[in-house]
């Protein structure tokens, strides 16, 4: 290995595989010997991106084996998505969203997690005006707040 930064690579194996040095407690002949040693040319050996000692190492490339799933869908809804949930549902004409149906896309799209129903109430009863039909469907009416007023 002509092209190395520096021979400790080979002085490590010969240490530990060939000599067992390590073992007698012996110490290799590293080069540097010690910290003090260390120059800016030898740190820029292994850290510079022009150096020719990397130019001539093989680049690594992580294959994408598994599409990891976004991480929202393991924690419950934010108040944020809510918002946008009831807010978005008002638009183009619509009545308004039935506390029912938005339940049910939150849990869904958190794949049935538990505690998703009890968030959205909790965020519903404290920043939604809420309309009774009187015929089991709870209407979503106005987000209460300023930027979000429906």
């Not at 400790?8 to 194996?13: A, N």
């Not at 040693?37 to 991106?49: A, G, I, K």
């Not at 549902?89 to 029912?100: E, I, Q």
Request: glycine share 6%; aromatic share 6%; hydrophobic share 35%.
């Amino acid at each position: 290995m002509q092209n190395q930064a520096t021979p400790d690579f080979i002085t490590g194996v010969k240490a530990v595989i060939i000599e067992k040095s390590d073992r007698e407690g012996k110490r290799p002949c590293w080069q540097p010997a010690n910290l003090n040693e260390v120059t800016d040319d030898l740190v820029n050996r292994f850290f510079d991106p022009t150096s020719e000692y990397l130019r001539s190492a093989p680049k690594l490339e992580v294959p994408v084996v598994v599409q990891l799933p976004p991480l929202s869908q393991f924690a419950l809804p934010t108040e944020n998505e809510i918002r946008e949930a009831v807010v978005n549902s008002h638009t183009g004409g619509f009545p308004g969203l039935r506390l029912g149906e938005l339940i049910s896309r939150l849990v869904y799209s958190r794949q049935g997690k538990s505690g998703v129903k009890e968030k959205v109430l909790e965020v519903v009863r404290r920043k939604c005006g809420l309309q009774d039909h009187a015929d089991g469907n709870v209407v979503l009416s106005k987000w209460r707040d300023e930027e979000y007023s429906l």
